[in-house]
């Protein structure tokens, strides 16, 4: 008779080194993930901020009989009377707060084919995670 024993014994270590080596994948792989939906959750949130000014600023600069009074780095005011300010890491509308957790905002102007182009750039979240700067239509020109 034959004796199987060190074939068997080597299968089986193979087995196990091969069953340990795609455990440790599947976990690095689950380590990612939910490190992603981590991130996500805190964009989000910091997205969600960024839309609200939008939403005002876009009603703003789509008024067709609106224009531009003053601009300053941190500051715009419009002829409709309304004004935009970055102050204590948040934006306000008219001084009511419209955003949070603003790290910076800058407001700028130029002229492109005759019309007025505004750029709002606006840095977000406690380790300034997303800067996005956007371009603004003025709807008078």
Same mark, same amino acid.
């Given at each position: 008779?034959? #004796?199987?024993?060190?074939?068997?014994?080597?299968?089986?270590?193979?087995?196990?080194? +091969?069953?340990?080596?795609?455990?440790?994948?599947?976990?690095?792989?689950?380590?990612?993930?939910?490190?992603?939906?981590?991130?996500?959750?805190?964009?989000?949130?910091?997205?969600?901020?960024? !839309?609200?000014?939008?939403?005002? /600023? *876009?009603?703003? !600069? !789509? #008024?067709? #009989?609106?224009?531009?009074?003053?601009?300053?780095?941190?500051?715009? +005011?419009? +002829?409709?009377?309304?004004?935009?300010?970055?102050?204590?890491? +948040?934006? $306000? /509308?008219?001084?009511?707060?419209?955003?949070?957790?603003? !790290?910076?905002?800058? /407001?700028?102007?130029?002229?492109?084919?005759?019309?007025?182009?505004?750029?709002? *750039?606006?840095?977000?979240?406690?380790?300034?995670? $997303?800067?996005?700067?956007?371009? $603004?239509? *003025?709807?008078?020109?």
């Amino acid at each position: 008779m034959k #004796n199987n024993s060190g074939v068997t014994i080597t299968s089986i270590i193979v087995y196990v080194i +091969a069953m340990m080596i795609v455990i440790g994948i599947i976990a690095s792989i689950t380590s990612f993930f939910y490190s992603n939906v981590n991130n996500i959750n805190e964009n989000s949130d910091n997205i969600s901020e960024i !839309t609200k000014f939008h939403m005002y /600023f *876009l009603e703003e !600069t !789509t #008024n067709e #009989n609106n224009s531009i009074i003053s601009i300053s780095n941190n500051q715009i +005011a419009f +002829a409709t009377g309304n004004t935009f300010t970055f102050q204590d890491k +948040a934006i $306000y /509308f008219n001084h009511v707060k419209i955003c949070e957790q603003i !790290t910076n905002t800058q /407001f700028a102007t130029e002229e492109i084919n005759e019309k007025t182009i505004i750029n709002v *750039l606006i840095t977000i979240g406690q380790n300034n995670e $997303y800067t996005k700067t956007t371009k $603004y239509v *003025l709807a008078n020109h």
